[in-house]
């Protein structure tokens, strides 16, 4: 059975890191593309960071996480990886992974075929 559970939020002051995984059973994410996603309250599902497939070394990163956020895999563990630096308060949201049935990588929600349940992230002091 395919899944996606996701592990590592929490609270953290702002400043401050984690580091999300997104681990898969069921199948392969090695040729696919990964993406986290996140849900603040009130707002709607907006894509965070992209993974491409085969090409894992080409990701994509929405403008609000530039240079803070970095995605990453290890293959061998089938897990996706999102280490989150210098968190801040607008960061607070639940955080999903989720795999694309393509290579290519999409901001669309609807472009995603199978996700995580989700784990929630809090920055504040």
């Known amino acids: 059975q395919l899944q996606l559970v996701e592990s590592g939020g929490g609270l953290v002051q702002p400043g401050g890191s984690l580091r999300l995984s997104c681990a898969a059973s069921?199948?392969?994410?090695?040729?696919?593309?990964i993406g986290w996603f996140r849900q603040a309250p009130g707002k709607e599902r907006a894509g965070v960071s992209c993974?491409?497939?085969?090409?894992?070394?080409?990701?994509d990163y929405a403008d609000s996480v530039t240079g803070r956020f970095t995605i990453s895999r290890d293959t061998a563990k089938n897990t996706v990886y999102l280490q989150m630096n210098n968190l801040k308060p607008e960061d607070t949201a639940v955080y999903y992974c989720?795999?694309?049935?393509?290579?290519?990588?999409?901001?669309?929600?609807?472009?995603?075929?199978?996700w995580g349940q989700g784990i929630q992230v809090t920055v504040s002091s």
């Open positions: 989720a795999v694309r049935d393509h290579y290519a990588c999409s901001g669309h929600v609807s472009d995603y075929h199978y």
């Open positions: 069921g199948f392969s994410l090695k040729n696919y593309a």
């Open positions: 993974s491409l497939g085969f090409q894992h070394s080409n990701r």
